[in-house]
């Protein structure tokens, strides 16, 4: 069974619910359609029923399974519960009469369903910034236990190959302890969607073979990481082929129990990580899903605003497969 048949079966049998705050957006409010008649969630869209009715009638969709929230209309009483949760998260950081105001920004008002356990899991960023996803659910949902950020990975697949790629997306020049924070992070979205995680810090050196200040970060990385998540096969620094051709691993990491086998990849920084998912996509012909953000108390996924209506879909199990 290929994976997102894995996943489907999954959340299927879960029954979560799934909030899509941009019902307005052609391309999600197609694949909300599709997730509700498969019966993979209960799907709640976001938006003017007017309007998302509308983009219904002209590409035939049949809107029967959804549940329609039109943030403007919301019922008065459950609006006002949401406006004090809001301000009591908040801490005294937002007034009630800005709480009223940020939630008609429907990433607000998404993300505070899921805090108030009427969603599950929250999908995002087709027609926003991923700044737009990120803030609402910092200053909401706010990081797991023990996390002190959050991060992007992506979900990479080719046939039966799949790989997390992290931080791909959200930190733009990490330190080592960020780094090592991401690492954990994304081996543990690596299990949520059914990979055994051996998780590779990468860098241009594998075990001292170069040295400057960008290897240092790394290899302290990997030494807090393996401290902080002694179960996880972590290991690093190491150059991409180390870490994932068997023959090169055992050439050039002998002692190493991930070089060439690592299934998780964490790059030393933004700039790389970005550019290294998308040669995989372009060049290797992987699907990439994502970004995964990670950290957080609850599961929420930015989307490319260049998102198709499949690439919505399929990132919404994925999501909701963390749920």
């Not at 809107?63 to 009591?88: F, G, R, S, T």
């Not at 046939?159 to 081996?187: C, H, K, M, W």
């Not at 055994?196 to 990385?221: C, N, Q, R, W, Y």
Request: hydrophobic share 40%.
């Amino acid at each position: 069974m290929n994976l997102f048949e894995t996943f489907k079966n999954k959340v299927k049998e879960q029954k979560r619910t799934l909030v899509l705050p941009e019902g307005e957006d052609q391309r999600v409010l197609g694949a909300a359609v599709r997730l509700a008649n498969e019966e993979l969630a209960k799907v709640i869209v976001l938006g003017s029923k007017e309007n998302i009715q509308a983009l219904a009638q002209k590409d035939h969709l049949d809107l029967a399974n959804l549940q329609i929230i039109d943030p403007a209309e919301y019922p008065a009483d459950e609006k006002q519960v949401m406006v004090d949760k809001l301000v009591e998260r908040r801490k005294g950081k937002n007034t009630p009469e800005q709480a009223i105001k940020m939630l008609e920004d429907v990433n607000y008002f998404g993300t505070m369903l899921v805090y108030l356990g009427k969603a599950d899991a929250m999908v995002s960023g087709a027609a926003h910034a991923t700044s737009d996803t990120v803030r609402p659910a910092l200053q909401i949902i706010k990081t797991k236990p023990g996390m002190r950020r959050i991060s992007g990975a992506f979900l990479m697949q080719r046939g039966d190959e799949r790989y997390v790629f992290g931080d791909s997306a959200i930190n733009i020049d990490p330190d080592a302890d960020t780094l090592a924070e991401i690492a954990i992070q994304s081996a543990e979205t690596a299990r949520s969607i059914g990979i055994d995680p051996k998780v590779a810090l990468l860098s241009f050196s594998t075990k001292g073979s170069a040295a400057g200040e960008m290897v240092d970060k790394v290899v302290e990385a990997t030494k807090l990481a393996k401290e902080r998540d002694p179960k996880t096969p972590i290991d690093g620094e190491l150059q991409f082929d180390a870490a994932f051709v068997p023959e090169v691993g055992a050439t050039k990491a002998p002692e190493s129990d991930v070089a060439g086998h690592a299934n998780v990849f964490i790059f030393p920084e933004l700039q790389s990580g970005n550019i290294g998912y998308k040669i995989a996509q372009r060049l290797g012909g992987f699907e990439a899903l994502g970004p995964v953000l990670q950290g957080l108390n609850a599961p929420i996924s930015d989307l490319s605003r260049g998102a198709s209506e499949e690439d919505v879909y399929k990132v919404s199990i994925v999501t909701l497969a963390q749920a």
